[in-house]
């Protein structure tokens, strides 16, 4: 029961101090799962959010789900869910009850800007931390300069690129290991 509150709370803390979605979560994500509770290493998480990113919904709600999941089972996995929601919910209740008539309100406006500004600030060094982390090699500095203009310039669909991507570290390993024996 402990491990259950404790996911809420953790999930709460990260959907009410996160602006901007996803992205802008992996910050705190790393922060409170990683090195706070240690419920996931580094390349955990990035699998935990790849996933997440592939499938149907809200990444965030999605990765919350899986961690929750893997710690304490379909339960945790939905008491995840609910904590990452829950702050959300709430927030825009509030917003769509009383600030209805604020949002040409010059000051409201300004704030949100600058709101806008930080998580790209955010995303920014997330990007750089995991780039860190995930660029470990010859073989995967190439895949992602080769799959930067995919994503960007094509219409192509990323869960394509992350699938052929997948298959790709797949074929490589299995390469580099016949070539050690």
């Known amino acids: 029961m402990r491990k259950l509150l404790n996911l809420f709370i953790t999930f709460a803390k990260i959907g009410v101090l996160t602006f901007g979605g ?3 979560m992996l910050p ?10 240690g419920w996931a290493t580094d390349d955990q998480l990035l699998d935990y959010y790849a ?19 893997f710690q304490a089972g379909i339960l945790g996995g939905i008491v995840a ?14 917003i769509a009850s009383i600030l209805q008539g604020f949002l040409d309100v010059p000051i409201v406006l300004s704030a949100l800007s600058g709101i806008r500004a930080v ?11 995991l780039t860190k982390k995930s660029l470990v090699d010859v073989f995967c500095i190439v895949l992602f ?37």
Do not use: D, W
């Open 51 to 69: 996933v997440g990113q592939c499938t149907p919904g809200i990444i965030a709600v999605n990765t919350a789900t899986f961690i929750g999941f």
């Open 22 to 24: 996803g992205l802008s």
């Open 119 to 129: 998580v790209c600030a955010l995303l920014g060094h997330i990007v750089i931390s």
């Open 81 to 94: 869910t609910l904590g990452v929601v829950f702050p959300s919910v709430v927030i825009i209740l509030i």
């Open 145 to 181: 300069i080769a799959t930067l203009p995919i994503l960007f310039f094509t219409e192509i669909p990323s869960i394509a690129v992350i699938i052929l991507c997948g298959i790709a570290g797949n074929i490589y390993c299995k390469i580099k290991e016949g070539k050690k024996q």
């Open 28 to 37: 705190m994500l790393r922060r409170e799962i990683v090195e706070k509770h």
